[in-house]
């Protein structure tokens, strides 16, 4: 179960204050919904303390496991538990006008200079960059689920899905139901001990 607790104790944000912060994400975050995990973990659990370490990780877990974009589903979750509809709105437009206004002008233009040394060079770059941020969004949610289980699980999805090939899709709703398989086991378990 997800509860935002740092939001009873911190001030909410305002809606220009939340759009604006997904805006500079948005802007300045290459790479996609993963590269953006770090910069979210620092502006929400750090920087503004919105929302507790392992709450984002939870908050996470459920992001990704939707259909849609890892950086807008996080943004209205996020909006809608700060600030209701009006957040969920200002931090979806926040997130996605960066993006929206960068392909447009991209579009225009990249026909026209993707042959070009330097341009090739600066794509190169950008996506060595998107890699590092990409592992370390892993590094850090691996720490957080470093018990057995959580090794093994996954080990698991990652065989399953690079050495088998099966279907993140499937993986995903597999992980979901052992997860829920596992919490209710322990739930028995700790009601027979305690009985």
Do not use: C, W
């Amino acid at each position: 179960m997800i509860v935002v607790t740092g939001v009873d104790s911190v001030e909410k944000p305002t809606l220009m204050r939340l759009f604006l912060t997904f805006m500079k994400i948005g802007a300045f975050t290459f790479g996609g919904g993963y590269a953006m995990i770090p910069i979210f973990e620092r502006e929400f659990v750090k920087r503004y303390e919105y929302i507790e370490e392992d709450e984002f990780a939870d908050i996470l877990a459920m992001v990704q496991s939707l259909p849609g974009v890892i950086a807008i589903n996080f943004a209205v979750f996020i909006g809608l538990r700060l600030r209701g509809i009006k957040g969920a709105l200002a931090t979806s437009i926040g997130v996605a006008l960066p993006s929206f206004v960068i392909i447009i002008v991209i579009a225009i233009f990249f026909f026209h200079y993707i042959d070009n040394p330097v341009v090739e060079a600066i794509f190169n770059g950008v996506r060595i960059s998107v890699v590092a941020l990409i592992f370390t969004a892993g590094v850090k949610l691996f720490k957080q689920n470093r018990h057995l289980l959580g090794v093994f699980l996954a080990a698991l999805t990652f065989a399953l899905v690079f050495a088998v090939g099966v279907h993140p899709f499937f993986v995903i709703i597999t992980m979901a139901a052992a997860g829920y398989l596992i919490y209710a086991l322990r739930r028995v378990t700790h009601h027979d001990h305690s009985a």
